[in-house]
C-alpha cells in the first residue's frame, strides 16, 4: 500500500512539474524571459514522458495485471522517477550535457532491468500479453537512437539529418510503439477483447509492421525520396485498417464515452498519418512548428494523458465533469496552435497570449484531477489499512 501511494505520488508530481514547465514556454512567446528555451524544452518533454506516461503505464500494468512486485522491483520503480528528478535538475541549465546524459543513461539502464523481468511474468499470457511484450521489444528497439548521439556528436554531427534521425528515431518508436502498444494492450485486458483469439492476428502484425514502417514519416524532415513516402503511407495504412478492426471489436462492448473519444482520436491520428505521407502535407509540418507541436499535443494530451486518467476514474471525484471541462479546453487549445498557421483571422496578433491562457485552465484542470486523485487514494488506503 506504502508503495502504491509513494509510486504514484512520485508519478503524479513529476506530471505537474512537466506541465509546468510546459506553461512557462508557452508564456515565452508572451513574456520573453532569461532562460534557454531549448534546455527547459529538453527538461518538460523527458519528464512528461519518461516519468508521466511510462511511469503510469508501468503502474497501471502492473496493478491490470495483477503482477506481484518484488522489493528490488520498487527500488527499480523509485530509481527510474529520482532519473527524471536528476534530468529536470540539469537539463534547464546545460542541455544534453555530461550529468543530463548521465541521468537519462541511468534511467534507461533501469528501465531494461525493470521491463525484463516484466516481460519474462508476461509469458504464455494471451493476447494483451502479447501486446505487452512486443511494446517492450519497441521501447529496447527505440534506445538504438540515444546510443547514436555520442559517436555522432564526437564526430561533430550535430548538424546533420542523421543526429536529427537518432533522436526520431527514438520518440517514434517510443510513443508510436511502446506506449501504443502498452495502451492497446491495456484496452485489450480490460475488455477481454479478442479472448478466443479469433481475429486476433489479422489485427497484431498490421499494426505491427505498420508502426515499423511508418517511422518513415520522420524520414521526411531530412531526406526527400518517393520510397519513403511510399513506406511512410503503407505504414500508416496498415494501422488504419488494424486501427479500425481494433475500434470495431472495441464498440462491441460497453466502455465510456471518454474512452469512446479517445479511439475516435486516436482513429484521426492515423488519417492525420496518411495525409503525412503526401509530401506537400509534409512539406508544411516540417515548416510550422505549431503545426508540429498541435499535433504532438494532440497525442500526449489528446489520446495518452485522458487515457491514464480514465483508468484512474474510479478515485476521482466529478471526474465527468472535470473532463469535459478537460476536453473543452484540449480543443481550444489545439485550435489556438492551429489557426495562426492556417491564418484563418488575418491581423489577428493575439495568438500567444490566448494560448497561454488557454493552457493555464488546461494546467489547472490538470492539478485538480491529479490533487483529487492522490487525495483519495491516500484517504481510501488509510480506510483500508484501519479495516484490517
Known amino acids: 500500500m506504502k508503495f502504491k501511494i509513494r509510486s504514484w505520488s512520485l508519478t503524479v508530481y513529476l506530471g505537474i512539474i512537466a506541465a509546468l514547465i510546459g506553461l512557462l514556454l508557452r508564456s515565452y512567446f508572451v513574456w520573453p524571459q532569461a532562460f534557454n528555451f531549448r534546455f527547459m524544452l529538453h527538461a518538460h518533454s523527458h519528464a512528461m514522458l519518461l516519468a508521466w506516461l511510462l511511469g503510469a503505464l508501468i503502474l497501471i500494468i502492473y496493478q491490470q495485471w495483477e503482477i506481484k512486485l518484488s522489493q528490488s522491483t520498487k527500488i527499480l520503480f523509485y530509481g527510474l522517477a529520482l532519473s527524471v528528478v536528476g534530468m529536470l535538475c540539469s537539463f534547464p541549465f546545460q542541455g544534453y550535457a555530461a550529468i543530463s546524459i548521465s541521468f537519462s543513461t541511468l534511467h534507461l539502464w533501469l528501465s531494461y532491468v525493470l521491463f525484463y523481468r516484466l516481460f519474462r511474468a508476461l509469458k504464455n499470457r494471451g ?10 521489444v519497441l521501447f529496447y528497439l527505440s534506445s538504438l537512437g540515444p546510443y547514436c548521439l555520442g559517436p555522432l556528436m564526437a564526430n561533430e554531427m550535430q548538424s546533420s539529418p542523421w543526429y536529427d534521425q537518432a533522436i526520431y528515431f527514438y520518440l517514434h518508436f517510443l510513443y508510436n510503439g511502446s506506449f501504443f502498444f502498452f495502451l492497446l494492450a ?4 480490460k475488455l477481454k477483447l479478442f479472448s478466443d483469439g479469433k481475429g486476433f492476428q489479422h489485427f497484431y502484425l498490421p499494426m505491427l509492421w505498420g508502426s515499423i514502417f511508418s517511422y518513415a514519416l520522420n524520414l521526411e524532415y531530412s ?24 475500434i470495431k471489436a472495441v464498440f462491441r462492448k460497453r466502455i465510456s464515452n471518454h474512452l469512446k473519444l479517445i479511439l475516435f482520436l486516436l482513429f484521426f491520428k492515423w488519417i492525420f ?70 491564418k ?45
Not at 356 to 376: P, R
Open 127 to 136: 493476447p494483451s500479453a502479447k501486446l505487452l511484450r512486443t511494446g517492450i
Open 186 to 189: 491495456i484496452i485489450v485486458h
Open 223 to 246: 531526406f526527400d525520396q518517393s520510397w519513403i513516402y511510399l513506406l511512410a503511407a503503407l505504414g500508416s495504412t496498415a494501422q488504419l485498417y488494424a486501427g479500425i478492426r481494433f
Open 273 to 342: 498519418q496518411i495525409l503525412g505521407s503526401t509530401p506537400l502535407i509534409a512539406e508544411q509540418i516540417q515548416f510550422n512548428r505549431f503545426l508540429l507541436i498541435a499535433y504532438l499535443h494532440f497525442i500526449f494530451l489528446g489520446i495518452y494523458t485522458p487515457f491514464i486518467w480514465e483508468m484512474l476514474k474510479k478515485r476521482i471525484p466529478a471526474f465527468n465533469k472535470w473532463m469535459i471541462a478537460y476536453w473543452l479546453l484540449f480543443i481550444l487549445s489545439e485550435i489556438a496552435l492551429i489557426a495562426p498557421s492556417l
Open 344 to 388: 484563418l483571422i488575418p491581423g489577428f496578433q493575439s495568438w500567444p497570449i490566448l494560448t497561454f491562457y488557454i493552457y493555464a485552465g488546461f494546467v489547472s484542470i490538470w492539478l485538480i484531477l491529479a490533487f483529487s486523485y492522490l487525495k483519495n487514494l491516500r484517504k481510501n488506503t488509510s480506510y483500508h489499512l484501519e479495516s484490517n
